[in-house]
């Protein structure tokens, strides 16, 4: 069973250009979180969807970041015009269908994409 | 502020030792989970332990948990260089959007 995939695993853009991350949850999870870390910081939520909906966005900036998580597909981060600010390193999580005996708060972590914004 | 914080913030100990690390919090919680980075991957779930456990084992790995001291600690047993990595405690309340991470302890197990 494949873990959670991210892609890219680096990603390099200019200022005022679109990043878009990538995140495929575990089979049979349709939970997906987005966290943000800054150097030498902890995990910051950002949003939690499951297909088609946005369950919620009150840790994403109120500009610029987007997510989704589409019928098909990966989950998409998109941050538009970046600053340096938005450079850290963006990791997506899945958990399980919510179901008896599941616990949602155990979540499975990709590897993450670094961003960097020069 | 953080609502999970370990210390030591870093920690460097000989292959073989036992490693502690501390995790602190400050509001009620329902679970508290560990994690594992290593350099340049994604964390790795080590193990959960609810608010009325107060140990838990998995292989080399003891959690415990005081609640009435707010915080937890993680002991590695006979510690290898592949433990080598930051050790993230994160807590929640029970909703699906609060866990809170801490800024991690960095263990190095020098072979």
């Known amino acids: 069973n494949a873990g959670v995939m991210q892609n890219p695993r680096h990603l390099v853009r200019r200022r005022g250009q679109e990043a878009r991350l990538r995140c495929s949850p575990m089979k049979g999870h349709s939970h997906v979180y987005w966290y943000r870390q800054l150097p030498e910081e902890g995990l910051k939520f950002m949003v939690y969807?499951?297909?088609?909906?946005?369950?919620?966005e009150s840790g994403m900036p109120k500009e610029r970041f987007s997510a989704e998580f589409p019928k098909e597909g990966p989950s998409i981060l998109r941050i538009q015009q970046v600053v340096r600010g938005d450079s850290a390193a963006y990791f997506c999580?899945?958990?399980?269908?919510?179901?008896?005996?599941?616990?949602?708060?155990?979540?499975?972590f990709g590897p993450g994409t670094r961003l960097t914004v020069l | 502020s953080q609502q999970g914080e370990e210390d030591p913030q870093a920690l460097s100990i000989q292959e073989g030792e036992n490693a502690t690390m501390n995790c602190s919090y400050k509001t009620s919680i329902n679970n508290l989970q560990w994690y594992r980075q290593n350099s340049g991957r994604g964390l790795v779930h080590l193990i959960l332990?609810?608010?009325?456990?107060r140990e838990k084992h998995s292989g080399r790995l003891r959690v415990t948990l005081d609640t009435s001291k707010k915080s937890s600690s993680l002991l590695i047993t006979a510690s290898r260089a592949a433990d080598t990595a930051s050790y993230f405690c994160?807590?929640?309340?029970?909703?699906?959007?609060?866990?809170?991470f801490g800024a991690g302890t960095r263990l190095t197990v020098k072979p």
């Open positions: 332990i609810r608010s009325n456990e």
């Open positions: 999580a899945s958990s399980p269908t919510i179901g008896q005996g599941s616990n949602f708060n155990e979540q499975f």
């Open positions: 969807l499951q297909k088609e909906n946005i369950i919620d």
């Open positions: 994160a807590t929640d309340s029970g909703g699906y959007n609060d866990m809170r």
